[in-house]
């Protein structure tokens, strides 16, 4: 194990045990692989005695209503009533949303442990557990507590293998490495319920989604650079019947395209934003340098962004004419292109 870790992993071992009330922290719009950490943490906290709070701004989907404890998150709290803060698989420290909240939450009023794969982590904790190789948080997590020797039971079991079936598409992406399958394998042997991660995660859809995964391949298109995209507005998602929450994986739809360099999906998310999801499988592609232009980040083969705005569709017109026509007649309206004849 690399020298610098075991450093981190001993800093981390010495926060938990000075402390007694530890806050939990997702990312905003909560996946699997923040929700499992955090629920694997609280539960191993919980073994140890401690007093725990699971917090994320917005309500995880119903699709994670596997996971022990997921009725526990709050919204709101005072950060300053706690000894430790665990922020779990947040990017950056914008993607907990808790900065606008609470200005000052990162400011070192209380320790911050921060615990993170993404290599656009801008290390924001007072300590720093970040390993941007690291396919899952819950990847880098089984190493901690390995390290810890903590007691992995079945429901700790089912949230760590949770964060990893999200974050490698149910051991189907290139990031699958021979670790994670023989992580994932300890995880069932100690009693994760690897049928309800498959079954919720990625086999059970209600017909909302699978209407709004239509309007996805609708507006589906590859450009002249080979990129695909689509988009989701509000409309797509009212007329759908879907929250903007339920448009999470089907980006992996669009990357499913042979011979495209990289897939975009662009939603509204309801409140006057809009997230991009970047996702690629070609290995000359880094969409995290990508992501970085709208201050998003992610990882070299998955990244996103947020940015305030709307979508709006844009049609051109072309008229071929077989006549010349008057010089006025060039380009009357915008939108609308016409030709002249060679």
């Known amino acids: 194990m690399n020298e610098d870790i075991t450093t981190t992993f001993r800093e981390a071992k010495k926060l938990i045990e000075r402390s007694e009330k530890i806050l939990l922290i997702c990312h905003r719009r909560p996946d699997g692989d923040t929700l499992g950490a955090n629920i694997a943490i609280h539960l191993m906290l919980q073994e140890m005695g401690k007093q725990t709070t699971l917090a994320c701004i917005d309500e995880p989907s119903e699709r994670y209503d596997f996971l022990p404890d997921i009725q526990r998150f709050v919204h709101e709290f005072t950060f300053t009533d706690y000894d430790l803060l665990i922020v779990s698989d947040a990017g950056a420290h914008y993607m907990t949303q808790y900065h606008t909240i609470y200005p000052d939450i990162f400011s070192g009023k209380v320790p ?32 901690w507590f390995a390290f810890l020797r903590a007691n992995i039971t079945p429901a ?95 980006i992996d739809l669009l990357n499913a395209v042979p011979d495209t360099k990289f897939s975009v999906l662009l939603a509204e998310d309801g409140k006057g934003n809009i997230k991009g999801s970047f996702r690629t499988r070609r290995d000359d592609i880094d969409l995290s340098a990508l992501a970085a232009n709208f201050n998003g980040g992610g990882h070299k083969k998955a990244a996103g962004f947020s940015i305030p705005g709307t979508i709006q569709k844009e049609i051109m017109w072309k008229i071929i004419s077989d006549k010349p026509l008057p010089d006025g007649m060039q380009n009357p309206i915008h939108g609308l292109e016409i030709s002249r004849p060679l």
Do not use: Q
């Open 112 to 143: 911050v442990l921060n615990i993170d794969h993404h290599a656009s982590n801008d290390n924001f904790g007072t300590l720093n557990m970040v390993d941007p190789i690291a396919p899952s948080t819950t990847v880098l997590l089984y190493r």
């Open 156 to 250: 700790i079991a089912t949230a760590l293998l949770t964060g990893i079936y999200n974050d490698t598409g149910s051991l189907m992406h290139s990031n699958t490495t021979p670790e994670v399958y023989a992580i994932s394998a300890d995880l069932v042997a100690k009693g994760a319920k690897v049928n309800s991660i498959s079954r919720y995660m990625f086999r059970s859809n209600p017909l909302s989604t699978l209407k709004l995964w239509g309007r996805v391949l609708e507006n589906m298109k590859v450009t002249d650079d080979g990129v695909c995209m689509s988009v989701l507005t509000m409309k797509d998602f009212e007329e759908s019947g879907a929250h903007p929450d339920e448009s999470g994986g089907v």
